[in-house]
């Protein structure tokens, strides 16, 4: 198993509420507004502004979760971090609220929404969180078979302290790894026909199947099938992968983390012509480029997500001289 350090950075929310007097969910996961949809063993961060209370007398309050599905089921919680909403509107008091970053995650038992068109109805489910006993409202929660989310250096995820997202146009550097750990970037580009490894949340059960809250004691595959696209266009977006896609390597829990997946892959040929990354700051807040010359798109049933990494163009060859 290739080893990986994983430095996940923050995200933030804009409030223009004063701070209450009971917590309040202000933010969940790479989704809004809410229901959130999520995957059975979804790891992903709550954002709670606390209590007014927390404020004063606590420099830490006891945290809680639960998942409710007709009732209430206890969430692990993996991490409770400090941070800022970073705001651009304060709230009242003139300053914008601190939150509280809660990374759990989703019960791998949680009903399941059927696809469309089928008759099967499933009872609506929620999250709520509690701050030194003070609970707030419940939030929607849609639970999807995959929610695919490719794991990127400005997630909240896991990071030591949760920092605002990239700014001056640079995006999120996808967690893309090469076969010796180190992270695939402009300076340390993929080549056409290497095996890379993809970081992932959302992928859903595994077989055999995982247990809320513990580590994967394997590698187990995926329950999902999961389909890839590659397309070498400068900056692209990610695609929905068609299901006669290509397919990974192996996709499926990443042994030894909790909600953790990886997708294994190898780098398709590379087109002629293919436009290196480069980029540049043309103002101290403004930065253009190629900043990704391939786009990995990872799609399932439900859902899908693209990372735009960089590969090495091919070597142009000169042609046999005549006397060759």
């Not at 804009?14 to 996961?29: F, I, K, R, Y």
């Not at 007709?70 to 409770?80: H, K």
């Not at 400068?234 to 929905?240: F, S």
Request: one cysteine or more.
């Amino acid at each position: 198993m290739r080893s990986l350090v994983l430095v996940f950075l923050g995200a933030s929310v804009c409030l223009a509420q004063a701070t209450s007097s009971a917590p309040m969910l202000v933010g969940a996961g790479v989704s809004n507004p809410f229901p959130v949809a999520v995957a059975p063993g979804q790891v992903l961060t709550l954002f709670v502004q606390p209590p007014a209370a927390y404020y004063t007398t606590e420099p830490m309050p006891s945290i809680g979760a639960v998942y409710w599905n007709g009732s209430d089921e206890a969430m692990p919680i993996l991490r409770v971090q400090q941070t800022t909403t970073g705001c651009s509107v304060p709230s009242s008091s003139g300053v914008c609220p601190n939150l509280l970053a809660v990374t759990v995650q989703v019960p791998f038992g949680a009903p399941i929404a059927p696809v469309a068109g089928s008759d099967i109805l499933v009872r609506p489910s929620g999250i709520a969180v509690f701050v030194s006993g003070e609970k707030s409202s419940y939030f929607g929660a849609q639970v999807l078979a995959d929610q695919v989310h490719i794991v990127t250096a400005c997630d909240a995820l896991f990071s030591p302290t949760p920092i605002a997202q990239n700014s001056g146009g640079i995006p999120c550097a996808p967690m893309i790894t090469h076969a010796d750990g180190s992270q695939v970037s402009v300076n340390n580009p993929a080549v056409a026909g290497e095996e890379l490894v993809a970081y992932a949340t959302g992928l859903g059960q595994t077989n055999p199947p995982l247990t809320t809250g513990q580590p994967a004691a394997a590698s187990s595959p995926t329950v999902v099938t999961v389909n890839l696209d590659f397309n070498y266009r400068p900056n692209a977006l990610g695609t929905r992968p068609l299901p006669s896609a290509s397919v990974p390597l192996f996709a499926g829990a990443t042994q030894g983390y909790i909600g953790l997946y990886q997708i294994n892959f190898i780098v398709p040929p590379t087109p002629a012509g293919l436009q290196p990354c480069a980029y540049a700051g043309v103002t101290p807040d403004v930065v253009t480029g190629v900043f990704s010359n391939l786009t990995v798109s990872v799609g399932s049933i439900f859902s899908f997500d693209g990372a735009g990494i960089c590969v090495q163009p091919s070597p142009v060859l000169d042609p046999p001289s005549p006397d060759e």
